[in-house]
């Protein structure tokens, strides 16, 4: 049961972190603008977490979105640190939670 419902977490958490960026809210382009990435990094982030979603869905790609993901919120944590901008580490402190859970109940 865990398991699942970790899995279906992360699949809800990825498409809404990847929609959320893919759009591109004044908040999100400000964020990036930041830390320094170009305009479209905002669509690229959201289109690797979108697949990100789509591949933890599907149990046969279920171990490759699992990894895209955790190399996507590893390439966030190192820029929120980078940056010192911590109040972004809750929200990737629960993507970290997530992703370990599914790893050790799967």
């Known amino acids: 049961m865990v398991h699942v419902l970790s899995i279906w977490f992360l699949v809800a958490a ?4 990847g929609l959320v960026n893919a759009i591109g809210t ?3 382009r400000s964020d990036f603008a930041r830390w320094g990435y170009p305009r479209w990094w905002g669509i ?3 289109g690797l ?3 990100s979603a789509v591949l933890i869905a599907l149990p046969v790609s279920r171990i490759v979105g699992v990894a895209l993901g955790a190399v996507i919120i590893a390439a966030a944590v190192f820029t929120v640190l980078r940056h ?7 929200p990737l402190s629960v993507f970290v939670t997530l992703i370990a859970v599914a790893a050790i109940s799967s």
């Open 14 to 17: 990825f498409s809404g972190a």
């Open 26 to 28: 004044s908040g999100t």
């Open 44 to 46: 690229v982030t959201g």
């Open 49 to 51: 977490e979108i697949s």
């Open 84 to 90: 010192r901008d911590h109040a972004h580490l809750a």
